[in-house]
């Protein structure tokens, strides 16, 4: 009797699952299904719940219309630098924090982390002000020249990583007369790559998913991100669905596949900053 | 306390690489959050148009800021979303965590399915959206009419804009999902056996272990959903541009506008202020609440 019961509350989870899964996926399919329907099929009464054709040619038209493969190229170019930008400083700026012990070091720490409560909303403005009296509005430079600086989240993330390595390494190599900084390139660096790895994608997301930025810095025609190109075209096209649902989802097959490519790192990434945050 | 002179020569060196290290990060401190924020500060007290000089004028933007009805608008629609919105994205994510932390064939498909929505760049989810609330020929109006009920026009009606835009949110909240399943799978298993055998059914087995276990984690939540939720400005920047009749006007959506269409710079700094100033009052009086009810195992706080 009691293994009925248990059958009876397996079948049920998966009913709970599998109905919940659909309320999940149902913009996605939905998104798909528009992106290869022409607009007369979109608007056709009652509904159509699959395209009569697949082929690209809404996906043509999208890219035909304004220069998408220039905005792809930019957003992959802000992404790269702030990629290299954020392991750089993330894994330098931990090195000191975990490997060393010196006057100030918690409390600089700590002033790192508080930065994390700052809300983004108040430093808008003045770094706005700050970026354009420099004459870096219109420039890639304050959506990636932060990045060499290290984030709060990134160099925390780290910092937990190194102190898992046994100092033991950095005690042979200072008797060998290595410096520190060659401990930090040579051994504790490469030690550390699946950290890396979950700094790289987090970057990467945070980068390629950013509007504020891009909308605030970036008014020039070639130097816009697909985000901020998309939104434009939403405000020019307004009524072509379709066009829109092709530029949606080739916005977001990036992101699908960086995360079907490095799932792991995704999840540790974001375990991190719920359970030691 | 150690005089500086007594240092030895390893701790020299060290603190010598030390600051070499942290460095660029104290550079960035003061570069790009310290700075600035005193910046912001200091034009907060003055008006100021980018073009001409800036004019000290003390106090006068902050008092302004409580008699603008826009501003009082926008505070109205910033709290009614995130009152909706916080419970929605602290609870439903739980809920689902524990659905997805059953043992059963083929749970990894479907957590990716939960999570997958949030990788979802935030312009690409405004489009998904616009186009599912669309009055004419969106998903959700052809459903309705299919099921004999009257069009909605969701994201264009004033009574119904918060509402579409927490069920987007509730969506999107896969990044909660994971944190509290991570935190589930710390659970130990023989506690929930033990209570089974005391014939402690599901929900009370929820009510009395999962949930006080995990409130650590659902403070986590509940505290950066505020956060958050308080800062929302591109959903309605894209789909409603604060509409209609200014019912999803956030207030970030109005401190960019002040700031960057009407170039007032300084009344903006000031109302960048405010928002810090209540984010910081609602972060510590859940703070303070949660010695009443979060949970520290081995009473261990953090």
Redesign the interface.
């Known amino acids: 009797m009691k293994k009925s019961r248990r059958k009876e509350k397996?079948l049920l989870?998966?009913l709970?699952?599998i109905l919940?899964?659909v309320l999940?996926?149902?913009?996605?399919y939905?998104?798909i299904r528009?992106s290869f329907m022409s607009n007369r099929e979109?608007?056709t009464?009652?509904?159509q719940w699959l395209p009569s054709h697949y082929d690209l040619e809404n996906y043509k038209n999208a890219f035909a219309r304004a220069p998408f493969a220039r905005y792809f190229l930019n957003s992959a170019v802000i992404v790269a630098i702030n990629m290299v930008g954020s392991i750089l400083?993330a894994s330098?700026?931990a090195?000191?924090?975990a490997r060393?012990?010196?006057?100030?070091?918690n409390f600089?720490f700590a002033?790192?982390l508080s930065?994390m409560?700052?809300?983004?909303?108040?430093?808008?403005?003045?770094?706005?002000?700050?970026w354009?009296r420099v004459g870096a509005y219109n420039t890639i430079i304050p959506l990636t020249l932060?990045c060499?600086?290290?984030n709060a989240f990134n160099?925390f993330l780290v910092r937990q990583f190194y102190a898992g390595i046994p100092k033991d390494y950095d005690e042979a190599a200072l008797v060998d007369g290595a410096?520190?900084?060659t401990i930090?390139w040579r051994i504790v660096l490469p030690m550390s790559k699946p950290v890396m790895c979950t700094v790289g994608v987090f970057t990467f997301?945070g980068t390629?998913?950013d509007?504020?930025g891009p909308?605030?810095y970036l008014d020039k025609e070639n130097l816009k991100t697909?985000?901020?190109a998309?939104?434009n075209f939403?405000g020019q096209h307004v009524s072509e669905?379709n066009l829109?649902?092709a530029?949606?989802?080739v916005?977001?097959l990036p992101?699908?596949v960086v995360?079907f490519m490095a799932?792991r790192y995704?999840?540790e990434g974001?375990?991190f900053?719920?359970?030691k945050? | 306390m150690r005089n500086e002179k007594k240092m030895t020569a390893k701790e020299k060196t060290q603190l010598k690489w030390g600051y070499f290290f942290i460095g660029p990060s104290i550079i960035g401190l003061f570069c790009f959050n310290f700075g600035p924020m005193l910046f912001s500060l200091a034009i907060s007290f003055t008006e100021w148009d980018v073009i001409t000089p800036k004019v000290f004028v003390g106090l006068k933007n902050y008092r302004e800021l409580f008699r603008d009805p826009l501003v009082l608008q926008s505070l109205k629609v910033t709290f009614l979303y995130t009152f909706l919105t916080v419970p929605l994205v602290t609870c439903i994510p739980l809920l689902i965590a524990v659905l997805l932390n059953t043992r059963v064939k083929g749970m990894s498909v479907f957590r990716t399915i939960f999570y997958i929505p949030s990788i979802v760049p935030v312009v690409a989810s405004a489009a998904i959206w616009m186009y599912i609330y669309n009055p004419m020929y969106g998903l959700l109006n052809s459903v309705i009419r299919l099921c004999g009920g009257s069009t909605h026009n969701f994201i264009f009606d004033p009574k119904e804009v918060i509402p579409s835009l927490a069920v987007m949110a509730v969506w999107a909240a896969g990044n909660t999902v994971v944190i509290y399943l991570a935190g589930l799978q710390g659970i130990s298993r023989e506690l929930y056996e033990a209570a089974e055998l005391d014939g402690a059914g599901g929900i009370a087995r929820f009510r009395h272990i999962t949930v006080p276990l995990m409130t650590p984690i659902i403070f986590y939540n509940f505290v950066m959903a505020i956060i958050n939720s308080m800062q929302t400005f591109t959903q309605s920047y894209i789909m409603t541009d604060g509409g209609p009749a200014n019912a999803s006007l956030f207030y970030s959506l109005l401190l960019y506008r002040t700031a960057f269409k009407q170039s007032r710079m300084g009344y903006s700094a000031a109302m960048s202020w405010v928002l810090f100033v209540i984010i910081a009052v609602l972060t510590a009086l859940v703070f303070r609440s949660s010695d009443r009810w979060v949970i520290y195992e081995n009473g261990d706080k953090g």
């Open positions: 397996r989870i998966y709970l699952l919940l899964s999940m996926l149902f913009p996605f939905w998104m528009s979109i608007m009464v009652p509904i400083s330098f700026i090195f000191g924090f060393l012990k010196f006057r100030g070091r600089w002033m790192l930065t409560m700052i809300p983004q909303t108040v430093l808008m403005i003045p770094q706005f002000l700050i354009q932060p060499f600086f290290g160099v410096s520190y900084f930090y997301m390629w998913n509007f504020m909308l605030l697909v985000s901020l998309l939104q939403m669905w829109m649902m530029l949606a989802t916005i977001t992101m699908i995360y799932q995704f999840i974001i375990t900053s719920g359970i945050g």
